[in-house]
């Protein structure tokens, strides 16, 4: 197994952790357990068991690490077809209890190797492609610890991950797309188009648009109170670099990650605490106090190795607690201490002429851009109807046709401009059929399809092989969400309004 990281903030959480899990194993280890004969705490009932309130909650938290980490392979099948956050996460839930339940039946166990070459295969944890081991103990420190999480529940969660695909696994067995569904998905990706273009120019609309100093005095008396300078801070920070490896090229070892990451966390409960001088912990760490520039939220500083996530960090100080915990980067670990903040204030009109020209400049080209190119849509419309070719009715409407070489959806070698906006409008389209305007990267376009050319037999067969696969993932990931739903309404699950909130 890997070797984890257990220790995240100064010793006191480290303690407080450990409380925390010894209380969740001996409240709800099994069935049985106190919180199952505790209704008060109850948020729903599954295989004939109570669920606490405190088991929503962790499992709703693996929700959040989830979508930061980008794992959306076990997000959609587990958050079923949800409209609002809320439902996403009550289906998430119920949902992993059904997996987790239906998996012991069927006997899905992973194993411990298993867990450890799924986590090394994540994006989230890779750099170049390779597994890096520091992403891995920041996502343990900054996404895991402040939601008093550790390795252990990434690992349940990775379970999560090894049964789902095992149940892929078994579904694909009996998922074969049929001829149809293979021509249906040829025709989105590789049937050729005939299509033409007329564009509507924003530089053109731009020159007829002006901006009076009346309208600047009315637009500022309408907006001031949005009108203000960026509120400013400037912190001193220390950076904790990562390890090099000891020959070129070569990898940190994890034990020399892990005292860096120790370090740092030392380092940031020494500065919490306010016992001793800067110079004092300096000497005691070893470390350079650096003072930054004042600046705004969003800015990118060198001296943060243009990291955004130290900004934020920053901005989340205050008085009363002006020292942030370790924040770890790609290019090592940074402890923020604010030193001043620059409030923001309202600017006078001199301040803001400038900027609200060019704003009211930008929102009025917009509008007579968009009223123009819907104009002219109408035109070509009605001259399309009474029997003019796209050309004549482009011409008629004051615009030019712009022939487009035949391509479909997947042509990468379209050489026009907005190629993808024009690609994924035509296919949209119908034969003869004529597209609502669009915005293109300098105005406006509407796309006129002329027609779709017959599927290529032999290019067909040709591209079949690759849409197999696709096809396949798409079928079996149906079959998933139906297989939990089925086995979801059989499981006996009665829900209480107590399970909303839950996810602390």
């Not at 959040?64 to 794992?71: D, P, S, V």
């Not at 895991?144 to 090894?162: I, T, Y």
């Not at 564009?199 to 648009?209: D, F, G, H, N, Q």
């Not at 005691?284 to 943060?304: D, T």
Request: with cysteine; glycine share 6%.
């Amino acid at each position: 197994m890997i070797n984890l990281l257990r220790r995240f903030q100064q010793p006191l959480l480290i303690t407080l952790t450990v409380l925390v899990i010894i209380a969740f194993v001996v409240l709800y280890g099994g069935p049985g357990t106190r919180l199952d004969r505790l209704g008060s705490d109850s948020v729903g009932v599954i295989y004939g068991r109570n669920v606490p309130s405190v088991e929503y909650g962790a499992i709703g938290r693996q929700f959040e690490i989830c979508r930061a980490l980008g794992m959306f392979d076990v997000l959609i099948p587990l958050s079923g077809n949800a409209r609002t956050m809320q439902d996403a996460v009550d289906n998430y839930v119920w949902n992993t209890l059904v997996l987790r339940q239906q998996a012991r039946k069927m006997g899905i166990l992973p194993t411990e190797n298993e867990i450890t070459e799924t986590i090394k295969s994540m994006s989230a944890f890779k750099s170049s492609g390779q597994y890096d081991h520091s992403r891995y103990l920041m996502a343990l420190q900054s996404l895991l610890a402040p939601r008093g999480m550790n390795a252990m529940h990434l690992e349940e969660l990775v379970r999560d991950v090894l049964r789902l695909q095992a149940l892929r696994n078994v579904l694909a067995a009996s998922s074969a797309p049929a001829r149809d569904e293979l021509e249906q998905a040829y025709s989105q990706q590789y049937q050729k188009v005939e299509a033409s273009v007329v564009r509507v120019s924003k530089e053109e609309i731009a020159k007829t648009v002006s901006v009076s100093a009346e309208d600047l005095q009315s637009a500022f008396e309408a907006r001031k109170d949005g009108l203000k300078t960026d509120e400013k801070r400037k912190v001193e920070y220390v950076h904790f670099e990562l390890p090099k490896g000891e020959k070129e090229g070569e990898r940190p070892s994890a034990e020399a990650m892990q005292k860096v990451v120790d370090k740092a966390a030392d380092f940031a409960a020494a500065m919490m605490e306010q016992t001793s001088k800067s110079e004092d912990l300096a000497k005691q760490f070893e470390v350079e106090f650096k003072a930054s520039p004042m600046f705004s939220m969003g800015e990118r500083l060198q001296e943060f190795s243009n990291q955004p996530r130290v900004v934020n960090a920053a901005f989340q100080l205050t008085k009363e607690k002006p020292v942030s915990d370790i924040v770890g980067t790609p290019q090592g670990y940074f402890v923020v201490k604010l030193l001043e903040v620059q409030d923001a204030r309202p600017l006078s009109f001199e301040e803001a002429k400038a900027q609200l020209e060019e704003r009211l400049k930008s929102e009025r080209t917009r509008e007579a851009l968009s009223l123009k190119a819907s104009e002219a849509r109408g035109k070509i419309d009605e001259a399309l109807k009474a029997g003019k070719g796209f050309a004549a009715a482009a011409e008629a409407a004051g615009l030019k046709a712009e022939a487009i070489e035949p391509f479909s959806r997947g042509d990468s070698s379209l050489k026009v401009e907005d190629a993808s906006v024009i690609q994924n409008s035509a296919l949209e389209l119908k034969d003869g059929q004529l597209s609502a305007p669009l915005d293109g990267k300098d105005g406006s376009l509407i796309v006129f399809l002329s027609k779709k050319l017959p599927i290529n037999e032999e290019d067909f067969e040709k591209q079949k092989a690759g849409l197999m696969p696709m096809l396949e993932t798409g079928r079996v990931d149906g079959l998933l969400v139906e297989w939990i739903d089925r086995q979801r309404a059989s499981s006996g699950l009665q829900m209480t309004m107590q399970a909303r909130g839950s996810v602390q």
